[in-house]
């Protein structure tokens, strides 16, 4: 016990480094993909078959590939065979190129989450807000983008909480992550930071975990059977 006391000088400021740029590319992430994930559905979606069987290929491309090799490639791919090495080689480039890596790998996986809980949207709820004077733009932000939202609400934290644990690959590309950092030090005989890693991820994801049934529960549209367009008619 008085050798760890003696080490956590040293050691804790290397993993708390290790922490942020974890949570750094967990948020950046997050950002990145939620959004552009919305995009790829609406592609897949679309009724132009090329644009749709494109969007379908990459979709298929991504989900069936390890993230992984897609981090591999992102960051090896321009400097080894288009001979222009764009990301550099600082810790800089190669954070960048996992969070691209890490948004296109997460925004496919999305896509796909939200083009199950569009098309869980009864065709007749389109019908009816048609019959009410709705726009198609007015009808999927005030009809279905609400129950949408209820309906993808568990897949996406179980996806967010992936995310979480997934932010340790990043380390293949050299990211200084947290598990990475820890990873330095057991390499000469210093294990315990190791299990420091492994409470980091259970009290993150038990925060997730807690702040998306807070969010579950505050989307229980169906308590108000008319609330989405009371509120949408003032």
């Given at each position: 016990m008085e050798l760890i006391l003696e080490q956590m000088p040293i050691v804790l400021p290397a993993l708390n480094a290790g922490f942020l740029q974890t949570l750094k590319?967990?948020?950046?992430?997050?950002?990145?993909?939620?959004?552009?994930?919305?995009?790829?559905?609406?592609?897949?979606?679309?009724?132009?078959?090329?644009?749709?069987?494109?969007t379908k290929l990459v979709i298929w491309i991504i989900r069936g590939t390890p993230l992984m090799i897609q981090l591999l490639i992102i960051y090896y791919f321009p400097g080894l065979v288009l001979d222009n090495p764009i990301w550099g080689s600082g810790e800089k480039g190669r954070f960048l190129a996992a969070a691209v890596a890490f948004i296109f790998n997460y925004a496919c996986y999305f896509a796909e989450i939200y083009r199950a809980g569009i098309s869980a949207v009864p065709v007749g709820q389109y019908e009816a807000a048609k019959l009410l004077g709705y726009s198609k733009s007015q009808t999927f932000i005030y009809i279905v983008l609400p129950q949408v939202v209820k309906h993808i609400l568990p897949p996406v934290a179980n996806e967010t909480i992936t995310l979480v644990k997934d932010t340790s690959l990043a380390r293949v590309i050299g990211v200084?992550?947290?598990?990475?950092?820890?990873?330095?030090?057991?390499?000469?005989?210093?294990?315990?930071?190791?299990?420091?890693?492994?409470?980091?991820?259970?009290?993150?994801?038990?925060?997730?975990?807690?702040?998306?049934?807070?969010?579950?529960?505050?989307?229980?549209y169906y308590k108000n059977g008319v609330k989405i367009y009371e509120n949408y008619n003032g």
């Open positions: 590319l967990f948020i950046v992430t997050l950002a990145g993909s939620l959004p552009l994930g919305l995009i790829i559905a609406f592609g897949a979606m679309s009724k132009f078959k090329p644009l749709s069987l494109l200084h992550e947290i598990i990475m950092e820890a990873e330095n030090y057991s390499r000469v005989g210093i294990i315990w930071p190791l299990f420091y890693t492994g409470v980091f991820f259970l009290l993150f994801n038990g925060i997730l975990t807690l702040l998306f049934g807070y969010i579950e529960k505050k989307l229980d």
